[in-house]
């Protein structure tokens, strides 16, 4: 079955790197997602990375796929005040070639000043 | 604009009331869903629509009614709204995996 699971909250040091970790249970997942959503607004899409790669680089972020350990984390460098929201995890299972996504519940990221 | 537009973005409506949300895509897309975010929750898939008048069950159907009648159009439907439905709806589209959108949401509060 699907699961997704991420921890609840988050706090960082502003100018620290955060890191988000996700664990799920799909193997035949094939495409894995951060999205962050800020205070009152809708979902935005972060980053994705396909299960066959390790790693996937983009500007401030950093996101490392363990495929054996079904664990996915989301590294943001140098973090900023406009960092703070809520950022979900979500795995990708082809449903007759269409996409379903299964959502974790979603990591509450706090930046201290 | 490639956009998934969803209405109203706010409402607040009493128990028993039937209501509709409407969602729009202008991407032909032939894949739509909906989801709900509740806190702590993350977001649950209500219903999904693999093409016109296709429809199926995802993870928390109850309470729920969908339809495509066209392919832009996917609205959700609460024939008796209870409380335990107020939540933030979100209504997606695809093409295949790797390209999914989302509207903005709609808040909605049943009292």
């Known amino acids: 079955g699907e699961d997704v699971e991420q921890s609840l909250f988050l706090s960082v040091r502003e100018g620290d790197s955060s890191v988000i970790n996700c664990t799920y249970t799909d193997s035949s997942s094939t495409y894995l997602y951060w999205y962050k959503q800020e205070p009152g607004a809708g979902l935005q899409l972060l980053t994705y990375?396909?299960?066959?790669?390790d790693m996937k680089q983009d500007q401030r972020l950093t996101v490392l796929l363990n495929k054996k350990d079904k664990h996915l984390s989301l590294r943001i460098a140098d973090t900023q005040t406009g960092d703070s929201a809520i950022y979900f995890c979500?795995?990708?299972?082809?449903?007759?070639?269409?996409?379903?996504?299964?959502f974790g519940t979603g990591t509450r990221l706090t930046i201290i000043p | 604009e490639a956009q998934v537009t969803q209405n109203p973005r706010y409402l607040i409506t009493v128990t028993g009331k039937k209501l509709t949300v409407t969602c729009s895509q202008n991407m032909n897309h032939e894949y739509m869903s909906w989801y709900r975010q509740d806190p702590g929750l993350g977001l649950r898939q209500i219903y999904y629509?693999?093409?016109?008048?296709?429809?199926d069950k995802g993870d928390v159907p109850e309470g729920y009614k969908v339809s495509r009648k066209e392919k832009r159009n996917f609205p959700l439907i609460l024939e008796s709204p209870s409380p335990n439905q107020t939540s933030l709806y979100f209504c997606?589209?695809?093409?295949?995996?790797?390209?999914?959108?989302f509207g903005q949401g709609t808040r909605l509060t049943v009292v």
């Open positions: 629509s693999m093409n016109v008048e296709v429809t």
């Open positions: 997606a589209s695809s093409l295949r995996q790797g390209y999914t959108f």
């Open positions: 979500a795995e990708s299972i082809s449903n007759f070639g269409n996409e379903k996504l299964t």
């Open positions: 990375i396909f299960s066959n790669m």
